[in-house]
């Protein structure tokens, strides 16, 4: 136990002389590097428009409400788009998805050393970069549109979805596996009665997850041109309309919450 | 599950079928035909203009064989200026955002804080984590002008509302008997949470926090887009000069960091745990 000499008196102390020296010294390191960082922001940043802040967020906050209410008769549309962004996105994405994971996860891939690592790499790669990113690049090839916002949600899904699904494969009961292989099963019928009942479940609440989590990109996605509600925030902003703006965020709220309580409840009736 | 009272001579002879996954037959053949017209709806209502697609097939090849040859060097300036800049604007928001979502974890745990300041801190929380990225970073940037400055705020806004979630429900389903020793030997409240509340959430808020730096980074790479700095804006110049060899290597470095950062996580997370 560490302890300190004070005097006669011996007193209790959480650490050593030499664990707490190296204590300070991370903590050293730490706030130089956070100072550093800090030095850098505040270099690009024009203080002068921080100190207007509160006038300009106040000025935004009277230009913004009330909301445009007739606005929404205009917003049907773009909401049935975005929902069907991110529900066809995220039907693309669980094709896509139950392969890799298949050939990724390790008790069922056909090579560890072949396949397993392509697999994965496919799952990192689309998984660590943003669906507005892959919206960019649609766009860029295929052109803006709904399309390019289907396509976009579904890739970045596919990551997400992969990993998931193969980390809840490579939990599976062993046992049930090998039941079925006794009976003289052929590899695929391994597969449809040994491993998917077991990770149906899991499969379908990943998908319930995912899809929420689409909603909330898919919202974004007009932003650069990728069709559904963020093509009416967009061109609001780009006319400085705020009481569009307001709205459209309002109903942006309102799908998420939405979509955040049917999958909720969707999940809760699966599990 | 009570399985139905099950007719052994009624089914000798007939072939064994899968139970269905739904049970009540309606409700089965019901939910796939309201999937089916909705497809059909989704499907009425999208219109994919074919030849266009086809077009651009061609920029989709040469953006594939980018990736083979990424061009690093000739916008190396930008590209490092606008990585730095993610990295610093991840670096400090995580920080600062982590710094704060601690005293809010603790006032959204019921066990340790009254029911006024729980709610208070609930109230944060579900505003954090129902506003988007991008939407605050929009919002902040006309508020604070173009820069680093509102990319900054808008991760140390986000990282609170994801950390201090998650932490308050690890504080909330701590065990109790230890915190309790500590405030039987006579503790101050805040030496009760150093030494009674702390040690038991520390692995979890450690794990928290470098998945949350993880993900700051990947957002990061997008605030760029409505100019709240970092990688994204000489990513998007990138794709609208159709440089895609450039695009390449910014989206490689990106994959590159990510994969790193997780792998310093992976060890990080099975030493302290």
């Not at chain 1, 204590?23 to 390191?29: G, N, P």
């Not at chain 1, 289907?150 to 599976?172: D, N, T």
């Not at chain 1, 009665?193 to 609440?205: E, M, N, S, T």
């Not at chain 2, 009540?24 to 074919?50: E, H, K, Q, S």
Request: proline share 4%; charged share 15%.
């Amino acid at each position: 136990m560490p302890v300190r000499e004070a005097g006669s008196v011996k007193e209790w102390q959480r650490r050593t002389g030499r664990e707490s020296l190296f204590h300070w010294v991370l903590w050293l390191i730490g706030i130089a590097i956070f100072a550093y960082c800090w030095q850098r922001i505040s270099e690009s940043t024009t203080w002068f428009f921080v100190w207007d802040a509160p006038r300009i967020a106040n000025d935004i906050w009277t230009r913004a409400t009330p909301p445009r209410w007739e606005y929404i008769t205009q917003l049907g549309k773009p909401i049935w788009d975005t929902l069907n962004i991110a529900t066809l996105g995220t039907i693309f994405a669980l094709i896509l998805a139950v392969p890799v994971a298949f050939l990724a996860a390790r008790n069922t891939t056909p090579s560890a050393y072949f396949i397993r690592p392509i697999a994965l790499l496919i799952i990192v790669s689309t998984r660590s970069i943003n669906s507005l990113i892959w919206a960019l690049l649609l766009i860029a090839i295929i052109g803006p549109g709904v399309f390019a916002g289907v396509i976009a949600i579904a890739i970045r899904s596919i990551g997400f979805c992969a990993k998931l699904l193969y980390e809840a494969i490579e939990e599976i009961d062993t046992t049930q596996v090998e039941a079925i292989t006794a009976t003289g099963a052929s590899r695929w019928q391994v597969m449809a009665y040994g491993i998917v009942p077991q990770i149906l479940p899991a499969f379908a609440g990943i998908a319930v997850f995912r899809w929420d989590i689409n909603i909330r990109e898919s919202t974004v996605l007009g932003l650069v041109g990728a069709g559904g509600i963020g093509l009416q925030l967009s061109s609001s902003l780009n006319v400085l309309a705020w009481p569009q703006v307001s709205l459209i965020l309002l109903v942006i709220l309102a799908a998420v919450v939405i979509s955040e309580w049917v999958s909720a409840k969707v999940r809760g009736a699966i599990i | 599950m009570s399985a139905p009272a099950f007719d052994v001579t009624s089914q000798i002879g007939k072939p064994w079928k899968k139970p269905p996954f739904v049970q009540n037959p309606l409700l089965r053949w019901g939910l796939l035909a309201g999937f089916i017209a909705y497809l059909i709806a989704a499907y009425m209502t999208i219109d994919v203009n074919w030849a266009r697609v086809y077009e651009g097939l061609e920029r989709g090849k040469q953006f594939v064989l980018a990736f083979t040859s990424p061009d690093f060097t000739s916008r190396s300036g930008d590209i490092y200026d606008g990585m730095l800049e993610s990295i610093i604007m991840t670096v400090a928001a995580s920080v600062v955002g982590i710094a704060v979502s601690i005293p809010i974890a603790l006032g959204a745990a019921r066990n340790v804080a009254p029911l006024p300041i729980y709610l208070i801190c609930r109230g944060i929380i579900a505003i954090s984590r129902a506003l988007q990225e991008i939407i605050v970073a929009i919002l902040l940037v006309a508020i604070f002008g173009f820069g680093p400055l509102a990319g900054f705020l808008t991760l140390s806004f986000a990282t609170i509302g994801f950390l201090s979630k998650l932490l308050a429900e690890d504080i909330e389903s701590m065990d109790r008997v230890q915190a309790e020793a500590i405030k039987a030997s006579g503790a101050s409240w805040t030496q009760w949470i150093n030494y009674g509340v702390q040690p038991q959430v520390m692995p979890r808020l450690i794990g928290l926090s470098i998945y949350r730096i993880d993900i700051n980074f990947r957002e990061s790479a997008i605030l760029g887009l409505v100019g709240a700095g970092g990688i994204g804006a000489t990513l998007n110049t990138a794709f609208d000069r159709y440089e895609y060899d450039t695009a390449a290597a910014i989206l490689i470095l990106i994959i590159v960091i990510v994969m790193a950062l997780e792998y310093i996580s992976g060890i990080v997370r099975a030493r302290v745990q």
